[in-house]
């Protein structure tokens, strides 16, 4: 249906050896809409993938679905999703204030907190 070349892409950011060797397939010219697979010789055969106008709308649906499922407080409801909840963690919840009546938990979070740009140091993706 169509031939095209891989070319390398260099992933940055991310230093692990599964991804010294991306390869990357640029279908911006096939516009025929339907079922595809990717067959690479010597690799095989991708799972197969949908080429048409609706693939965007298909992945916002699902993003969305997967950011409803996960929401807390109130209930998931049919006609939103057949996997029906009531509201979850209602309880009431305090947020700690600098008060002394906070103490031990302020010093906690000072503590978990204090070597916060040492655990965050992880390289931005590009």
Not at 52 to 71: D, P, W
Not at 108 to 117: D, F, G, I, V
């Amino acid at each position: 249906m169509f031939t095209g070349s891989l070319l390398p892409r260099k992933d940055v950011g991310f230093p692990s050896s599964a991804y010294e060797h991306v390869m990357e397939a640029d279908f911006s010219d096939f516009k025929e809409p339907g079922e595809y697979r990717l067959w690479v010789p010597s690799l095989g055969t991708s799972y197969p993938f949908l080429i048409n106008e609706g693939v965007m709308g298909s992945f916002a649906r699902t993003y969305a679905l997967g950011i409803y499922h996960q929401r807390c407080g109130t209930s998931n409801a049919l006609p939103f999703t057949r996997f029906t909840h009531d509201a979850c963690h209602t309880g009431p919840a305090e947020v700690p204030e600098m008060s002394r009546s906070y103490e031990h938990v302020n010093h906690e979070l000072e503590q978990e907190t204090a070597n916060l740009k040492t655990i965050h140091a992880i390289p931005h993706l590009v």
